[in-house]
């Protein structure tokens, strides 16, 4: 078994586990809302509209590349759809433009996707042209959408609905998918490894805010 099967496979099952820490944070979403207080609280519409544009982009870049690469594209299209799903939480609490404009955004991507899936064969060079392209978009799109959610923590000195296994799993999930994209070679492997560095980083800084707050309120 080559190197590249043994980390498609280790990389999955992080993934499979970071799937794990986003549906957490949806769980904290509805038991917030259970007990009457803001589900949503300090969620960065930002962030989570950056998480789904990176998540469906690899799967999109999944089925553009020769050969399909299941390893990306099944794992990346369940943790689009809940993320997606936070979306919509975050736009029924808030019900603002921005929310209204983010939801029917994820809609119409989502929409299209799929359809791309379908239709790949006859678009593939096209599709993994643009997926290549929209990752380096959305890295830097990551970068400020998880800036902001670092900034709205440090600021308020709380973490409010913010779910910090969230943040552990998918931190394990980018470590493994650098070790993945690295088996891949640079050719096709880099885009993985752009975006899966970064978010690696404002992971770690999220999870040290999180131990910052905690040890503050333990003192008090």
């Known amino acids: 078994m080559s190197l590249y099967i043994i980390l498609g496979f280790i990389n999955t099952a992080f993934i499979v586990i970071s799937l794990i820490g986003i549906f957490s944070q949806l769980k904290t979403i509805w038991r917030r809302k259970a007990q ?63 929310a209204i404009v983010t939801i029917t955004i994820t809609a119409i991507i989502f929409i299209g996707g799929l359809a791309g899936l379908l239709y790949n064969n006859s678009i ?35 973490t409010g609905a913010v779910d910090i296994r969230m943040s552990k799993f998918i931190l394990a999930m980018d470590i493994s998918t650098i070790a993945f994209a690295l088996s891949m070679g640079l050719g096709n492997g880099w885009p993985l490894l752009l975006l899966a560095s970064v978010s690696a980083s404002t992971k770690i800084i999220i999870i040290g805010l999180f131990h910052k707050y905690n040890k503050t309120k333990a003192t008090h």
């Open 36 to 98: 009457q207080k803001s589900g949503t609280e300090l969620l960065s519409i930002n962030q989570f509209s950056v998480s789904f544009l990176a998540y469906f982009s690899f799967f999109i870049y999944g089925y553009s590349i020769e050969p399909f690469n299941h390893f990306i594209v099944w794992p990346r299209l369940v943790a689009s759809v809940i993320v997606a799903i936070i979306l919509y939480e975050i736009w029924r609490e808030r019900r603002n433009s921005k």
């Open 124 to 158: 593939s060079d096209h599709s993994q042209l643009i997926s290549s392209a929209l990752i380096v978009i959305i890295t830097l799109l990551l970068a400020q959408g998880y800036g902001h959610q670092i900034m709205l923590i440090m600021r308020s000195g709380k």
